[in-house]
């Protein structure tokens, strides 16, 4: 594989923007869309111009640039099937388990329901990469706007089970308040801690706090550990199967 660029910005208040530039085919990847003129600006800066839109799911803070991006590049713009009547200019549906390539840039398409009933992933293996959209945050996880708690919880373990190496891309930047929470419920966890920290520091300098490394997550991120015994038990709920724990935990941040 030749070299892919990435490129991660703001949109909107905390949305995140993501361009990925393949410079070998010239392909050039927005992960969602949430805001025109970010995206603009930064095809501007770098020279390159806009191939593929790549929609997780159908809420209007990740799809509100479609069609006036579609119009000016031509893009090409791939989502869920299962959303497809709700993906403003979708050209391609896809679903969990399909595969494609752009350019040098293998997706593999992973159904991750719960925040909403169609939301999908893209897992980018050459690149150890996924962009989870509002599936999966750092510390925190997608409120259940439309799915379930064990449909969300199956799918966070989608995710978990990709290699611990994978740099994980979210929607949105709520990784200080979800630090916060984490804290509350697993407050023994060194890892967590340290994390905090670094987010502390990160958010006070104006930095991000993603991408970020997948096995870290596995480790920090309670919504990623409802069936470890440890965490079950700090929350008062062992024995519970890991349904009724990730339940019990994001009925928590939801009031917190």
């Known amino acids: ?18 361009l990925l530039h393949d410079a070998d085919s010239g392909s050039t990847i927005a992960i969602d869309a949430p805001e025109e003129a970010p995206i603009l600006k930064v095809l501007d ?15 209007g803070d990740h799809v509100a640039a479609n069609e006036a991006l579609k119009a000016r590049f031509g893009a090409t713009i791939v989502g869920p099937a299962g959303e497809a009547d709700r ?11 399909d595969t494609f390539a752009i350019g040098d840039i293998a997706v593999e398409v992973l159904d991750t329901p719960g925040h909403t ?25 997608g409120r259940l706007l439309e799915g379930t708690a064990p449909m969300l919880w199956e ?51 104006g930095e991000p706090t993603l991408p970020v490394m997948l096995g870290r997550e596995k480790k920090t991120n309670p919504f990623l550990r409802a069936d470890d015994a440890t965490l079950a038990e700090e929350i008062g709920l062992s024995g519970q199967p890991p349904e009724s724990v990730f339940a019990a935990l994001r009925s928590r941040k939801d009031a917190f």
């Not at 993906?87 to 388990?97: C, H, M, Q």
């Open 155 to 205: 799918s966070l373990q989608r995710l978990r089970a990709l290699p611990d190496e994978t740099m994980l891309y979210c929607g949105h930047e709520y990784t200080g308040s979800n630090a916060r929470f984490a804290l509350s419920v697993d407050p023994k966890n060194l890892l967590l801690h340290e994390r905090a920290t670094e987010v502390e520091h990160l958010r006070v300098a």
């Open 1 to 18: 594989m030749g070299t892919v660029e990435i490129r991660q910005f703001i949109c909107r208040t905390d949305n995140f923007g993501v």
């Open 45 to 59: 800066q770098e020279g390159w111009t806009l191939t593929h839109i790549l929609t997780t799911h159908h809420h």
């Open 117 to 141: 009933l169609g939301s999908i992933s893209y897992h980018m293996p050459g690149i150890s990469a996924v962009f989870a959209g509002d599936a999966l945050f750092s510390l925190g996880c």
């Open 87 to 97: 993906i403003p200019g979708i050209d391609r549906k896809v679903a969990g388990g």
